[in-house]
């Protein structure tokens, strides 16, 4: 019989402690070693102490894969669990290359039926006030879009909030 991986996602504010608990949930999941797959790309001093403090806290059973923009084939070889740090960086990088959202939902649609173990994380941006800025207001809608569409086909949802996820699906 064949096995079936799970899907996992952690939404919650920037800081809110969603990757430390993702790391955990992957790490548990796992018999083994884990691939990391970061986002983020060093855009200046105060994004390289980010990204700086998150290997710091990272577990040796990660391998860390960089890829910021082609996720799917990033990710193609990989038959080990999955952590994707994260989809919103993601999402920003798109934008910012000239992507459009029909390319975004395509590297989603093809992620959600990999058949891996894959937990994602991506921030909750859609809480606040609407942006007088044109590209703010395209980009959480397309966040949201997307943490709607990867949720749908999750098996599990955690809202973390202040250090504590709570699963909400």
């Known amino acids: 019989m064949k096995t079936r991986f799970t899907k996992t996602l952690f939404i919650g504010g920037i800081k809110s402690g969603k990757s430390r608990l993702a790391e955990a949930h992957i790490l548990n999941a796992a ?10 790309e060093v855009i200046d001093d105060e994004m390289q102490l980010r990204i700086e403090r998150h290997q710091t806290q990272r577990s040796e059973r990660f391998l860390t894969r960089e890829e910021p923009l ?3 084939e990033a990710l193609e070889s990989v038959t080990m669990p999955i952590l994707i740090e994260c989809i919103s960086m993601w999402i920003n990088n798109m934008l910012h290359y000239g992507f459009d959202e029909e390319e975004i ?3 989603i649609d093809t992620l ?3 058949d891996r173990e894959i ?6 941006v859609s809480s606040g006030i609407i942006s007088d800025n044109a590209l703010v207001r395209r980009f959480v809608d397309i966040n949201g879009m997307v943490a709607q569409r990867i949720a749908s086909e999750c098996d599990a949802v955690y809202h973390v909030v202040a250090g504590i996820g709570q699963r909400i699906k």
């Open 112 to 114: 959600l039926q990999m």
């Open 105 to 107: 939902n395509k590297q």
């Open 119 to 124: 937990t994602f994380i991506i921030n909750d």
């Open 31 to 40: 018999d083994g070693i884990c691939t990391y797959l970061a986002t983020s």
């Open 70 to 72: 082609d996720l799917a």
